[in-house]
């Protein structure tokens, strides 16, 4: 079956700074969309990211990623950490050519420092 | 724009004791889930449905029933309720064709 692998369950990094998250995945599809949700305290997940082409950077808000079939990633990554980016982030994949599953990586949490 | 409406938001039961979860969308979305979010964990499906009165189970499935008996509410079960079962409980709905998960806030669930 799918499946999504997040080695980090918490990154720290100083305001400024840059940061990556890992993202890898197996799945047994050939068409599959992949996705970042973030998960800000007592707030529910909501998208961040989603991308179906590969080797094409998507970014939104300051965050970037690019989907690399031959590694199976799609890593997360911003250049200038903020305060505000401390949150719970979430890798996932979907198969939206014929089934409806979601796989969710493990998570990891972000913790931005002044 | 739309909302997803989980109640409640706060769950407590007894250990053993039926327990259930509902959750609301107007945004209209075919295809709805219940997610167990336990930290370190992730999201683990426990059931989804594609569309009114369809039931799938997911890879969690075990200890719960689902309902799905209107095109906007998709219910959760808990047959009986187990200490180790506490967590955040989340629905989700989407349309069948487009991608993106829409979330609702979660009910958490706490066994005595």
């Given at each position: 079956g799918d499946s999504v692998t997040q080695t980090e369950g918490l990154v720290t990094v100083t305001e400024g700074l840059p940061v990556k998250l890992n993202c890898t995945y197996q799945t047994t599809y050939l068409t599959i969309a992949f996705f970042w949700y973030v998960q800000y305290l007592n707030e529910a997940p909501q998208v961040l990211l989603k991308s179906s082409t590969d080797n094409k950077r998507t970014e939104h808000q300051g965050f970037h990623a690019t989907l690399h079939k031959s590694s199976s990633s799609f890593h997360l990554q911003k250049s200038s950490a903020q305060l505000s980016d401390s949150a719970l982030y979430y890798c996932a994949l979907s198969d939206w050519t014929g089934g409806y599953k979601v796989v969710f990586g493990s998570g990891t949490r972000l913790l931005v420092s002044p | 724009g739309g909302i997803i409406t989980q109640t409640p938001k706060f769950l407590i039961g007894q250990e053993g004791q039926k327990l259930t979860l509902k959750c609301q969308q107007n945004?209209?979305?075919d295809t709805m889930y219940w997610y167990r979010q336990d930290s370190g964990k992730g999201l683990r499906l426990i059931y989804y449905s594609i569309t009114e009165n369809d039931l799938q189970k997911g890879?969690?499935?075990?200890?719960y029933d689902a309902s799905r008996e209107k095109k906007s509410s998709f219910s959760l079960t808990v047959t009986s309720a187990q200490k180790n079962e506490m967590a955040v409980f989340l629905c989700a709905s989407r349309t069948a064709s487009a991608e993106t998960l829409y979330f609702g806030s979660g009910t958490r669930l706490t066994v005595l």
């Open positions: - | 945004f209209n979305h890879d969690l499935s075990e200890g």
